[in-house]
């Protein structure tokens, strides 16, 4: 990666805290992701992944540490902020309204208005549509019939469509849960193409995957959890499944 480029973290956190009552869910984590770079976020079951993410993405406030969102101090009360300001995160269930079509999805509560009849105001649907098209072939996406319902598209498909929305208004950091869970194959490797386009267009991604295949194909870094603690980070080019695998049931905590 270019040494210039990261020298400005798009997101920095810094000791990132949260605790549950009397059980610390996340201690003291420090994190950077660079423009154009995607990091692989792995950890078992209870290691602090979803938690950590969760307060990037604005669903819970932190104990304890900063959020820096392209070198400002950022506090978000709530994940329509962290949107706002251009954090999307796109979770298993894709919070996408399936009986609504691909463009309705994309402008969901911005939608355009124009005058219609001089007077009144309408939904500028031709303006949608043209805006749909144009970040969908941007993206390499191809969605034959974007009226369809989302219910009736298939799971790649519909990763698809929430990918383009957040890159349509502007995603300053893209995080992606279990971008591949219950995906066939063919459609795998689509979401891993979108990730590498992404990537191209310079948009930093943070992905979290049980599986590990997916991270060694599009991470540049992976980072480490376990019981809440950051245990390790390391280059993909770097590591071995069978090491990433060792530090997420047992490594030794990172030295600093």
């Not at 976020?41 to 950590?52: F, M």
């Not at 031709?126 to 144009?134: I, N, V």
């Amino acid at each position: 990666m270019d040494e210039q480029r990261r020298e400005h973290p798009a997101l920095q956190v810094v000791g990132l805290t949260k605790r549950f009552g009397g059980l610390t869910a996340v201690d003291n984590v420090d994190m950077e992701v660079y423009p154009g770079e995607v990091v692989g976020l792995i950890g078992d079951n209870g290691a602090g992944k979803s938690t950590l993410i969760k307060m990037i993405s604005g669903v819970y406030r932190p104990d304890g540490g900063k959020i820096f969102l392209e070198g400002q101090e950022t506090t978000f009360v709530s994940p329509l902020e962290a949107r706002r300001l251009g954090v999307e995160t796109i979770y298993q269930d894709l919070a996408l309204c399936e009986n609504l079509d691909a463009t309705a999805n994309i402008f969901l509560g911005r939608e355009p208005m124009r005058r219609s009849l001089g007077l009144l105001k309408a939904v500028d649907r031709k303006h949608m549509l043209a805006e749909s098209r144009s970040v969908l072939d941007r993206l390499d996406i191809h969605i034959p019939d974007l009226s369809r319902p989302i219910r009736e598209m298939s799971g790649g498909q519909r990763q698809a469509v929430a990918i383009a929305r957040a890159v349509y208004w502007n995603a300053r950091l893209m995080i992606m849960d279990e971008p591949t869970a219950a995906l066939g194959v063919p459609e795998q490797r689509k979401v891993l193409h979108l990730v590498h386009t992404l990537r191209e267009q310079n948009v930093p991604v943070i992905i979290i995957s049980h599986n590990l295949q997916d991270v060694f194909a599009v991470a540049d870094r992976v980072v480490v959890m376990r019981r809440g603690k950051k245990v390790a980070e390391r280059p993909i080019q770097e590591t071995t499944m069978d090491e990433l695998v060792s530090l997420m049931v047992g490594g030794s905590l990172l030295e600093e």
